[in-house]
């Protein structure tokens, strides 16, 4: 799920995605790491905190983004699997 602010629209799939998606650059994401102090891997489903990190995920073609919202108390509303 997404959304795209350009098209005011949200995605559920990636056949929905957004015509106007446009990744980040090394540089603009070495910009953001250094303003928030963090970045997700969507990838690896981690946090990078340091520039050797995004460089490493970045090479590899990660999906990398800042735009990734936390909530310490999701673990509350998940519900595990028997």
Do not use: Q
Request: charged letters at 25%; glycine letters at 6%; hydrophobic letters at 35%.
């Amino acid at each position: 799920m997404g959304y795209c602010p350009v098209l005011d629209k949200v995605s559920v799939n990636e056949a929905e995605g957004c015509s106007l998606f446009r990744g980040f650059s090394l540089n603009e994401l070495s910009d953001i790491l250094d303003s928030i102090g963090h970045l997700y891997c969507a990838t690896c489903r981690t946090t990078i905190t340091s520039r050797e990190e995004l460089e490493e995920h970045y090479r590899k073609g990660h999906v990398l983004t800042p735009h990734f919202i936390v909530y310490d108390w999701l673990y509350l509303e998940t519900y595990v699997a028997d």
